[in-house]
């Protein structure tokens, strides 16, 4: 895990708010889920949402998307309010793409006719789309399984190729809800290193959440931990690691970072 860490360039990060949330809350039908969560992702930033199964980070992800409308609070995006703007306009006007936690792809398609259709529908010009459909296809070692099914790939190979779609638009603001789960050590290497590397050569700004705090420390700048639908600490990955709040409800006396 060390090697990814050298791979950081702190240099890059710009102090250009790219996404805002503030005081958002969120209830499913009577139970809050959400309680007042404020935070703010710069450009060229990886930020990492940590908490238990459970606590809402999916559904911070569904909110930001507008996929699940927020009860209270905003969300701004590049400076402006879009608290009420539909899911297509957050995306094409803010570059915004996620990843869901689960699916994101079609599931009667080959590998090749998934990122092909995303593809055709975010990029006009056709042979830049060739082009940007090769290179995810090298980046993530597609070449033996383009012609096969989605549903009859492993289930890392199913979730490499949700990220494929996810960033094959350029998006400026990606969300990656829990990329890592069912990735054998070698592809969660390579998702870090892809994501340091979009951070760093794309300026991409990215919020990426998991409930392993192992695998979501390695590659971000700065991350928030969760709990009872709180933010309970937020800082470096080694702030959070000594916060005593953090320690107490979410990581435990024994966690180490290397
Ligand atoms: N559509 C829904 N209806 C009712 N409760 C839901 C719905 N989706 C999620 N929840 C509940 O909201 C809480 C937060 O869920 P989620 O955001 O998926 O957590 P996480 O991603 O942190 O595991 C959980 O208790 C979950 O059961
Ligand atoms: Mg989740």
Redesign the pocket.
């Known amino acids: 895990m060390a090697v990814i860490k050298k791979f950081r360039i702190k240099s890059f990060k710009e102090q250009e708010t790219l996404l805002q949330l503030d005081k958002v809350s969120m209830f499913y039908d009577n139970r809050r889920i959400l309680n007042d969560i404020s935070f703010k992702v710069n450009r060229s930033e990886v930020l990492g949402l940590l908490g238990p199964n459970g606590v809402g980070?999916?559904t911070i992800f569904k909110i930001i998307m507008n996929i699940e409308q927020l009860k209270s609070g905003k969300i701004f995006l590049k400076g402006i309010d879009c608290t009420n703007l539909p899911i297509h306009e957050r995306s094409s006007r803010f570059h915004l793409s996620y990843c869901p936690?689960y699916g994101g792809y079609f599931y009667d398609l080959t590998v090749l006719e998934n990122l092909t259709a995303v593809a055709e529908i975010h990029i006009n010009e056709k042979n830049l789309r060739i082009s940007k459909i090769d290179k995810i296809i090298g980046q993530f070692g597609f070449d033996s399984i383009l012609n096969v099914k989605a549903k009859n790939v492993s289930g890392g190979e199913r979730r490499k190729l949700a990220i494929g779609m996810a960033i094959i638009n350029d998006p400026e603001i990606l969300l990656l809800?829990?990329p890592y789960a069912a990735l054998d050590i070698l592809s969660i290497k390579m998702i870090q290193e892809i994501i340091i590397n979009l951070q760093s050569m794309e300026k991409m700004s990215i919020i990426v959440?998991d409930h392993n705090a192992r695998d979501l420390l390695t590659c971000v700048d700065r991350a928030i931990v969760m709990s009872n639908g709180k933010i309970i600490a937020s800082g470096s990955p080694q702030d959070i690691i000594n916060d005593t709040q953090a320690r107490s409800v979410y990581f435990g006396d024994e966690f180490k970072i290397n």
Do not use: I, L
Request: charge should be negative.
């Open positions: 980070k999916s936690q809800d829990e959440c």
